[in-house]
């Protein structure tokens, strides 16, 4: 469902998101996702919270959801944070 840019992210870009994460703490990692599998993805995250009844305030999806674990395998995001 929610698809993962396979190739890393070019070693200079990788080495500035890195700058900047060491310097403020936190980094916007750009295309991890294909863009067009985002909405699809959104939308089964929002039906997995709608069926499980969370509220707006606290949003927890149920145990063994793939929802939950799909974005943490993406090449990019384990590649920057091994």
């Given at each position: ?15 500035q ?10 980094v ?16 089964a ?17 149920p ?6 674990v ?8 384990r590649?920057?944070?091994?």
């Amino acid at each position: 469902m929610l698809r993962h840019v396979e190739l890393p992210h070019p070693a200079a870009q990788l080495e500035q998101l890195e700058r900047q994460f060491r310097a403020d703490g936190w980094v916007i990692l750009p295309d991890v996702f294909v863009r067009s599998s985002v909405p699809q993805f959104r939308a089964a995250v929002l039906a997995q919270l709608h069926a499980a009844g969370s509220s707006s305030h606290f949003m927890d999806l149920p145990g063994g959801a793939p929802e939950a674990v799909e974005p943490t395998l993406a090449p990019r995001l384990r590649n920057f944070l091994p």
